[in-house]
C-alpha cells in the first residue's frame, strides 16, 4: 500500500519561500512509470495542479507559478519536495502530494493534504 505524507510549516510570511516534502512509502519515487505532483486548492476553489517530478527526475510546472516554483527529490529518503519562492496571501491553500503516472491526468494515491497560511 503506497502512502504519501505532507510535511511543513503551516504559516509563511509573504515574500517568503513556501518549502513542503512529501515522505512516500510503500513504493520507490524511482520506479517507472509513476509520475509524483504537486496540487493545491485555495479556500472555496478548486483543486490546482502545480508541477510534477518523474521517476527519472525530469520535472514540469504549471504554466501559472512555473517563474516561482521548483520541485526536486532525495531518492535515499523517498522523498520529493516543492518550493514556492515570493508568496503571497493568495498562495494560501491546502497543499497535496499525488501520484499518477507519467503523461497520465488522474491520482490513484493522495496525502491527506496540508494547510498552508500565508500571512504577516
Known amino acids: 500500500q503506497v502512502q504519501l505524507q505532507e510535511s511543513g510549516p503551516g504559516l509563511v510570511k509573504p515574500s517568503q519561500t513556501l518549502s513542503l516534502t512529501c515522505t512516500v512509502s510503500g513504493g520507490s519515487i524511482t520506479t517507472s512509470y509513476f509520475a509524483w505532483s504537486w496540487i493545491r486548492q485555495p479556500p472555496g476553489k478548486g483543486l490546482e495542479w502545480l508541477g510534477v517530478?518523474?521517476?527519472?527526475?525530469?520535472?514540469g510546472y504549471s504554466p501559472s507559478l512555473k517563474s516561482r516554483t521548483s520541485i526536486s527529490r532525495d531518492t535515499i529518503k523517498n522523498q520529493f519536495s516543492l518550493h514556492i519562492t515570493s508568496v503571497t496571501p493568495d498562495d494560501t491553500a491546502v497543499y497535496y502530494c499525488?501520484?499518477?503516472?507519467?503523461?497520465?491526468?488522474?491520482?490513484?494515491?493522495w496525502g491527506q493534504g496540508i494547510q498552508v497560511t500565508v500571512s504577516s
Open positions: 499525488a501520484r499518477g503516472e507519467v503523461a497520465g491526468d488522474e491520482f490513484d494515491y
Open positions: 517530478i518523474n521517476f527519472d527526475g525530469t520535472t
